[in-house]
């Protein structure tokens, strides 16, 4: 039940949309929110996200569906009170990957038109104050359509935007180089207030880039080999298998930052040899620049430049969850190696979102 308060001690709370395995709910908590509830159709991401997020609980909600959403949102705030109410969401982003080819029948094309449809249709008074949206960057040009319908249908909703922006992460603290497009949207008396704005946010949150040495380099963590599939010690410290083959060439790739193009001209496999592009895959991270982007597939040589600085092998999941500011994430054990990959290649880094949580409440403090 909604509390109306007049004083400055504002009950602020948020609600995550496709919350995969929580990591903007982790990142909004740092900042100080009371998120209560993460909803994703996907029973897989249900463990980490509860484990992860001590008082957010996990809805299984099928987002295709607007009335059974509705429906579970009704239910998960009709015990709780708040002043401010933040909605974020971070929409499947496969239909509109640069990797993906174009279908305009993916159903998962409109499930950010079906969110802010969900909003339109909630009573008034569960309609949230702040709105978080994130995506991958060539949204802008493969999604047009669905953004540009969704900044109208905000709009129809006497939402103010911030025009869509696209953000690297390793500009505010991730060590890793990850461009994605956001956009927040507030209700006409927040976006009143100067500090809404993209300039602010920037001249505000941007840090200094961190490195792939600062994350996972001095001794942070035991060297392992290839194909360690338990850890005792740590169980996300495992690694995928490498045959023979792909172990001696990336012993072939001497230093970090090194490439395929050091191997055995006879190494190179024919589609390497009529093409000179992809020069990340099998190649190394380098310890003093940020990361690449870590995808769904972020623990395997074959699939980007996920190969450690100087060991031999593939980066570790917990690795891979370091360099998305998930340092101690859990997932359920036993670990399998392709589904964990995936709930962390998805995730938003939880260091950008907590900026972006601080950024909403500095709005909400100056109002």
Not at 142 to 168: A, F, V, W
Not at 239 to 266: C, F, Q, V, Y
Not at 284 to 309: Q, V
Request: a positive charge.
């Amino acid at each position: 039940m909604r509390r109306k308060s007049s004083d400055n001690n504002k009950k602020i709370i948020a609600l995550d949309f496709f919350c995969g395995c929580g990591a903007v709910t982790h990142g909004m908590k740092r900042a100080g929110i009371r998120v209560v509830a993460g909803f994703d159709n996907n029973s897989d991401v249900e463990f980490a996200y509860n484990k992860n997020n001590k008082g957010s609980k996990f809805c299984k909600t099928d987002l295709t569906n607007i009335n059974e959403t509705i429906k579970n949102v009704k239910s998960v705030l009709s015990n709780v009170e708040w002043d401010i109410l933040i909605f974020a969401a971070c929409a499947p982003c496969q239909p509109f990957s640069m990797h993906t080819r174009s279908n305009a029948y993916d159903s998962r094309r409109i499930l950010l038109n079906n969110f802010i449809e969900i909003i339109a249709r909630l009573p008034r008074k569960l309609q949230p104050s702040f709105i978080f949206c994130e995506n991958v960057s060539s949204m802008r040009n493969k999604g047009k359509d669905i953004l540009k319908k969704t900044l109208h249908r905000l709009e129809e909703m006497k939402y103010s935007c911030l025009s869509p922006e696209i953000i690297n992460a390793a500009d505010y603290g991730v060590p890793q180089n990850r461009k994605r497009l956001f956009f927040v949207a507030a209700k006409k008396k927040f976006s009143k207030s100067k500090r809404f704005s993209w300039d602010y946010f920037h001249n505000n949150y941007k840090s200094k880039h961190k490195t792939v040495r600062d994350a996972i380099g001095n001794g942070r963590l035991p060297k392992i080999s290839a194909g360690v599939k338990v850890n005792n010690k740590d169980h996300l410290h495992v690694t995928r298998a490498l045959s023979k083959d792909n172990l001696r060439k990336l012993k072939d790739i001497t230093h970090d930052g090194g490439s395929r193009d050091m191997w055995k001209p006879e190494d190179n496999l024919d589609c390497y040899r009529r093409h000179n592009g992809h020069k990340d895959v099998y190649g190394r991270m380098s310890w003093d620049k940020p990361a690449p982007t870590l995808t769904c597939r972020c623990n395997s040589l074959s699939n980007g430049r996920f190969g450690h600085p100087e060991q031999d092998r593939a980066i570790s999941l917990r690795e891979a969850a370091i360099l998305q500011t998930m340092d101690d994430y859990r997932f359920k054990e036993p670990i399998l190696l392709n589904k964990v990959a995936e709930q962390i290649g998805n995730a938003v880094p939880p260091k950008l979102a907590e900026k972006f949580g601080n950024f909403v409440l500095e709005i909400i403090r100056e109002k």
